[in-house]
């Protein structure tokens, strides 16, 4: 996704309009760091489908297994509380 800057969207809002219709959204970032996502309007809801959502839904399921095959135990998990708490 490519960034611009509130400068940008003011001085050449074409060019940032014109990337949004080639690479379907921009990101536009302010000085604080702070950055919002423009995308173009088709008029129609994007979400897809219940039986898409539901494969990749499924596929993230998978992922997970494979890479967390076993939970962490009580003992860690109160470690890494602790140290979340700063203690």
Known sequence: MKTFTVRDLDRQPAVVLDACDREGSVRVRRRD??????????GESRAAPAEKR??????????????????????????VDRRIAGE
């Open 33 to 42: 760091g702070r950055s919002y996502t423009v995308r173009r309007d088709d």
């Open 54 to 79: 539901q494969h990749w839904l499924n596929k993230h399921k998978a992922w997970l297994a494979r890479t967390f095959p076993k939970p962490i135990g009580a003992k860690q998990t109160a470690l």
